[in-house]
């Protein structure tokens, strides 16, 4: 399990990540594993608003 700190430094830089791709479209050369993750970030999102 990971501490508080930890999952607040990972969410930043998913948040981070995030921006960064929507700049420059780098999500389409990030690894499988950051692209699944980021998905995943915005389903959770999605599956909150409804």
């Given at each position: 399990?990971?501490?508080e700190k930890q999952r607040a430094?990972?969410?930043?830089?998913i948040k981070k990540a995030a921006?960064?791709?929507?700049?420059?479209?780098?999500?389409?050369?990030?690894?499988?594993?950051?692209?699944?993750?980021?998905?995943?970030?915005?389903?959770?999102?999605?599956?909150?608003?409804?």
């Open positions: 399990m990971a501490t430094a990972a969410r930043k830089n921006a960064a791709a929507k700049q420059k479209r780098t999500i389409a050369h990030l690894p499988k594993a950051t692209r699944t993750a980021l998905g995943k970030e915005g389903a959770k999102g999605r599956a909150k608003k409804s």
